[in-house]
């Protein structure tokens, strides 16, 4: 089993992942590839090998993967408390802006000043998504197989609008069944770190369902039924927030009645155009849930408890898990199986990128059915040539160039303010 080298200075640590919860724009392909570069190729603080068997796992997590496998990393460096605070540090920046900007859009509606700055950050992450999935496919097209699963999984998810955890599945038995099973096991499992797993687990269960037994019991109906709610989300959330989006949106506009379909889209906006993973929209609906039955308490008390129950499962499956990706990896058919799982994640992400690329150089995009394909086509006159302008110029700089991730957004934010 691997376990945690503190290699490096806490302090020196702590900084670079509060530097990436900040930066965490652009969904999980760009959030994946900023990871790889701060401690992968800057710093060697993770190997190639366990950063992809990290990131392997992670996918086959329910739950936001990037933020799994910002917990993963730290783990890998201090244990615990190495992993609560990179967890940590990357949902928490995120979390209080969509807080800050939940409290505004309640407060006074649509703040156009921070809608040019979005729009302008929009176009760098367009850039930073394209960087991270040319990275990602260059590390895993070594084998014509590869490529060819990860061509597969994007064809399957992208137009034929297969579930992701069908495809993870079809990934890893089709590597399984490829694997001869040959080659030596060198790491093994002591019963005294099955029982401190389960230790972990049990704990961990009672940190996250603690909460919610004392709001079922101080008959607070609004607060329980989200955190019921959320709850559930957070174990369905296979492949990321994208693949249960639609299920949340129909049940909080249709089903409890929270907020009206035009607070949904808007909640979604800002969600894609503030760092952290999208399913910080958990956040923004609670808030304005209840705000709107309670006030500012009820919706802070929301939000809270909606943040608890979303992120909480996360942590508990990383320390569940963590212990054993490397033992997993050193299992021949099992290793087979995690790397046809992580080549398929490959066809997953280019799916993510040209769906963002769409929804970001296109104000509406629409889909078609043509027999069992679905086509994403956008409306041409919706096209924001302004976006693309300076999605170009981002291109140039981190591209070209290779400047500062923060200098690139920094000047597309203020290229939003000038042209919105």
């Known amino acids: 089993?691997?376990?945690?080298?503190?290699?490096?200075?806490?302090?020196?640590?702590?900084?670079?992942?509060?530097?990436?919860?900040?930066?965490?724009?652009?969904?999980?392909?760009?959030?994946?590839?900023?990871?790889?570069?701060?401690?992968?190729?800057?710093?060697?603080?993770?190997?190639?090998?366990?950063?992809?068997?990290?990131?392997?796992?992670?996918?086959?997590?329910?739950?936001?993967?990037?933020?799994?496998?910002?917990?993963?990393?730290?783990?890998?460096?201090?244990?615990?408390?190495?992993?609560?605070?990179?967890?940590?540090?990357?949902v928490l920046p995120g979390a209080l802006l969509v807080l800050l900007l939940a409290s505004c859009y309640m407060a006074f509606g649509d703040v156009p000043v921070m809608t040019a700055v979005f729009n302008g950050v929009k176009a760098a992450v367009l850039v930073i998504v394209i960087e991270a999935l040319l990275r990602l496919a260059k590390r895993m097209a070594s084998t014509v197989e590869t490529v060819a699963v990860a061509l597969l999984a994007f064809i399957g998810i992208f137009f034929l609008q297969i579930s992701f955890p069908l495809i993870v599945i079809a990934s890893a038995v089709y590597g399984y069944l490829r694997s001869s099973g040959q080659g030596r096991q060198q790491l093994s499992i002591s019963s005294e770190q099955w029982k401190s797993t389960l230790l972990t687990f049990v704990v961990g269960m009672i940190m996250w369902w603690g909460p919610v037994l004392m709001l079922w019991l101080s008959g607070s109906t609004l607060l329980t039924q989200m955190a019921l709610f959320f709850s559930r989300l957070a174990v369905v959330t296979?492949?990321?927030?994208?693949?249960?989006?639609?299920?949340?949106?129909?049940?909080?506009?249709?089903?409890?009645?929270?907020?009206?379909?035009?607070?949904?889209?808007?909640?979604?906006?800002?969600?894609?155009?503030?760092?952290?993973?999208?399913?910080?929209?958990?956040?923004?609906?609670?808030?304005?849930?209840?705000?709107?039955?309670?006030?500012?308490?009820?919706?802070?008390?929301?939000?809270?408890?909606?943040?608890?129950?979303?992120?909480?499962?996360?942590?508990?499956?990383?320390?569940?898990?963590?212990?054993?990706?490397?033992?997993?990896?050193?299992?021949?058919?099992?290793?087979?199986?995690?790397?046809?799982?992580?080549?398929?994640?490959?066809?997953?992400?280019?799916?993510?990128?040209?769906?963002?690329?769409?929804?970001?150089?296109?104000?509406?995009?629409?889909?078609?059915?043509?027999?069992?394909?679905?086509?994403?086509?956008?409306?041409?006159?919706?096209?924001?040539?302004?976006?693309a302008l300076l999605s170009i110029v981002a291109a140039i700089l981190l591209l070209g160039r290779h400047y500062n991730v923060i200098l690139v957004l920094a000047v597309s934010a203020l290229g939003g303010l000038l042209l919105f």
């Not at 993967?65 to 940590?88: D, F, I, N, P, V």
Request: net charge negative; with cysteine.
């Open 1 to 90: 089993m691997s376990e945690p080298t503190e290699s490096v200075r806490f302090t020196d640590a702590l900084r670079v992942w509060l530097k990436i919860g900040l930066l965490s724009f652009g969904g999980p392909a760009a959030q994946i590839a900023l990871m790889h570069r701060e401690m992968v190729q800057q710093r060697s603080w993770l190997s190639e090998s366990q950063f992809l068997n990290g990131l392997g796992f992670c996918m086959l997590l329910p739950g936001p993967e990037a933020m799994q496998l910002a917990t993963y990393s730290g783990w890998r460096l201090y244990g615990t408390k190495g992993g609560l605070a990179a967890g940590l540090l990357f």
């Open 238 to 387: 296979f492949g990321g927030a994208y693949a249960v989006l639609a299920y949340m949106a129909q049940d909080v506009v249709s089903g409890f009645g929270w907020l009206t379909g035009g607070q949904m889209m808007d909640g979604l906006g800002l969600a894609e155009t503030t760092p952290g993973p999208l399913i910080l929209v958990t956040e923004f609906v609670a808030y304005v849930a209840g705000y709107q039955q309670g006030g500012v308490a009820l919706a802070v008390a929301a939000a809270a408890i909606t943040l608890w129950v979303t992120f909480v499962p996360c942590f508990i499956w990383i320390f569940v898990g963590a212990p054993f990706i490397e033992w997993l990896g050193e299992q021949p058919r099992l290793k087979a199986a995690l790397q046809m799982v992580t080549a398929a994640v490959v066809g997953v992400m280019l799916n993510l990128s040209i769906w963002f690329g769409l929804h970001v150089l296109f104000k509406t995009v629409n889909s078609s059915q043509a027999g069992w394909l679905t086509l994403w086509i956008p409306e041409w006159s919706s096209f924001d040539w302004r976006i």
